[in-house]
């Protein structure tokens, strides 16, 4: 990857050997990107199995109410971002929007209630520490598709991604956290 290659609207697949909790067995779609800048992104695969409105003691909008709740990574978990994330056919392509201000401000519109989600917290990371990670296969990179935007089952889709990856990845992935499992 050359220094200026931008990863913005990429997704991140944690590699088995990532052993980091909060990142283990991830896939995380990349927000933002930057040599310069570091890089922000939101963890697609961990719901929190509740809407915004079971935990949030704020008044919400209807539209936000029963929107999925998602961990977002360990930055800032007091933090809510609403986003929507779609996948668009005919040319095929990922649109994301997030929203800014506070919960109890935002009112979603109609056509970005598909797709969306809020997630606590995010993944940051500082001016060239990604582009480290990369180098050191701690994360996959690929493009976003739409079953992996869609995500019908998220607890199953890291392993799905890792069963198509080779037959070393896939046996890395198979591996007991702990060897006395095995």
Do not use: C
């Amino acid at each position: 990857m050359s220094s200026d290659s931008n990863l913005t609207g990429s997704l991140l697949v944690a590699h088995p050997s990532l052993l980091d909790p909060n990142f283990r067995r991830t896939i995380l779609f990349l927000s933002h990107h930057s040599a310069e800048e570091g890089a922000v992104g939101l963890v697609l695969n961990r719901p929190l199995g509740q809407s915004l409105g079971e935990i949030s003691v704020t008044e919400l909008s209807s539209s936000l109410f029963h929107a999925k709740a998602f961990y977002g990574g360990p930055v800032a978990m007091d933090q809510v971002t609403v986003a929507s994330l779609q996948w668009r056919d005919n040319p095929s392509a990922l649109t994301f929007h997030s929203y800014t201000g506070g919960v109890d401000e935002i009112e979603v519109t109609p056509e970005w209630q598909p797709g969306l989600r809020v997630f606590l917290g995010y993944a940051g990371w500082s001016s060239g520490q990604l582009e480290n990670e990369i180098a050191q296969k701690a994360w996959i990179v690929v493009p976003p598709t739409k079953s992996l935007i869609e995500m019908a089952k998220p607890d199953e889709a890291w392993h799905d991604i890792m069963r198509e990856s080779g037959p070393l990845i896939r046996l890395l992935a198979e591996a007991p956290d702990h060897p006395e499992w095995n």
